[in-house]
């Protein structure tokens, strides 16, 4: 069992940048590929990306390929998400979520997830 918990959103103007970190428990969290989801109101959780088991690879949503960057630490149990040149449509919840599925982009092919922290990008 993996439990995770996210932190480092917050209020931020367009064009500005934030750092979520998502902190998992457990001895297995190295053994998993790690995701980043977000929910904006009134719409479904949508994949943002995801990183591979040792770090080396990592996969992106279309909208933020180019402006966000996934990361972890194996060592730290941490997944992280670097969001640069943020826009009002970034605006949502963000979820970090563990699969056991190599690749995974759908929610379903993920098994344990965060709470969410709030992301707000003003225009």
């Known amino acids: 069992q993996v439990q995770l918990v996210e932190s480092g959103g917050g209020l931020v103007q367009?064009?500005?940048?934030?750092?979520?970190?998502c902190a998992a428990s457990g001895r297995t969290f190295s053994t998993y590929v790690m995701?980043?989801?977000?929910?904006?109101?009134?719409?479904?959780?949508?994949f943002v990306g995801g990183v591979s088991v040792?770090?080396?690879i990592r996969f992106y949503a279309d909208s933020v390929k180019g402006r966000f960057t996934i990361s972890r630490d194996?060592?730290?149990?941490?997944?992280?998400?670097?969001?640069?040149?943020?826009?009002p449509e970034?605006?949502?919840?963000?979820?970090?979520?563990?699969?056991?599925?190599s690749g995974a982009r759908r929610l379903y092919e993920y098994i344990h997830?965060?709470?969410?922290?709030?992301?707000?990008?003003?225009?």
């Open 14 to 21: 367009a064009g500005g940048s934030l750092r979520l970190s």
């Open 35 to 46: 995701g980043w989801f977000r929910q904006a109101p009134g719409k479904e959780r949508e």
């Open 54 to 56: 040792s770090g080396t």
């Open 74 to 87: 194996n060592a730290k149990n941490t997944v992280y998400l670097q969001m640069n040149t943020l826009k």
């Open 90 to 101: 970034d605006t949502a919840v963000y979820y970090c979520a563990a699969s056991s599925l």
């Open 113 to 123: 997830w965060g709470q969410g922290t709030h992301v707000t990008v003003s225009s």
